[in-house]
């Protein structure tokens, strides 16, 4: 337990820094958007991810399954620690593409080579995240009936895959909102449709075929938005 406070720790003050770091770069709207929604983005799929596993079962089944050190506080721990670390490896993945992009002048700020870029950055540093996890046995407690999700438990061979994808369709919708030429548009809000896409194919077509069709349609809305946007990360004033 006391690791799991150190890393709550830990997480916290990066956060601190992150935000601090955004509210200089790209001012305080920016900053408070992009952590404010983040946060619900995440706290959203692991509310989906226990209420789909782990309380779908009876009381006995879940005795039945968990370990005895399982309990609601150390769910409640560990819930916060990844919704604070998912936050965290937004904004670091968004600073590691701009820090490649900066020697591309061509490329440089460009949103979508940005968007692109982050995501990826944020799947490669998922390795030794996910070999940490496996360092303090979060798999012990949640795997009988989490098999794998927004906790990065049961550590998938894809798991670069599922981070991409989780990753990507939240920071099209911020940077879209927040950056592209659609900024100032009414309707500029539909944008957020793209991080729930996963929800109605899943319902529709089932989980594995769903998964497929969301990606899918996923990336060719960011594909075709590309075409038409050459909008920039820094175009925001700052202050605002």
Same mark, same amino acid.
């Given at each position: 337990m006391l690791i799991l406070f150190l890393t709550l720790i830990i997480i916290s003050l990066s956060l601190v820094f992150f935000l601090r770091d955004c509210c200089l770069r790209r001012g305080r709207r920016a900053a408070f958007n992009f952590f404010f929604f983040s946060f619900f983005y995440c706290l959203f799929w692991i509310w989906r991810d226990i209420s789909q596993?782990?309380? #779908?079962? @009876? *009381?006995?089944?879940? %005795?039945?399954? *968990? =370990? %005895? =050190?399982? #309990? @609601?506080?150390?769910? %409640?721990?560990? #819930?916060?620690? @990844?919704?604070?670390? +998912?936050? %965290?490896? $937004?904004?670091?993945? +968004?600073?590691?593409?701009?820090?490649? *992009? #900066? $020697?591309f002048k061509g490329y440089n700020k460009l949103l979508f080579p940005t968007l692109i870029l982050s995501s990826l950055a944020i799947s490669i540093i998922l390795f030794p995240v996910g070999e940490f996890i496996n360092g303090i046995t979060w798999q012990r407690w949640f795997v009988p009936v989490i098999p794998n999700g927004i906790f990065l438990i049961g550590h998938p061979r894809r798991l670069w895959l599922e981070g991409f994808y989780f990753c990507l369709p939240f920071l099209a919708a911020y940077f879209l909102i927040e950056f592209s030429a659609w900024k100032d548009k009414s309707w500029k809000m539909v944008f957020f449709i793209l991080p729930f896409v996963y929800l109605w194919t899943i319902r529709l077509f089932g989980a594995e075929i769903g998964v497929f069709y969301g990606r899918a349609i996923i990336l060719s809305a960011i594909i075709i938005l590309a075409v038409f946007n050459k909008s920039k990360i820094d175009s925001l004033k700052r202050g605002k």
């Open positions: 596993d782990l309380f #779908s079962l @009876t *009381l006995a089944d879940r %005795a039945a399954v *968990l =370990p %005895a =050190p399982f #309990s @609601t506080t150390l769910l %409640a721990l560990i #819930s916060i620690i @990844t919704i604070l670390g +998912w936050m %965290a490896l $937004f904004y670091l993945g +968004w600073l590691c593409a701009e820090k490649i *992009l #900066s $020697f």
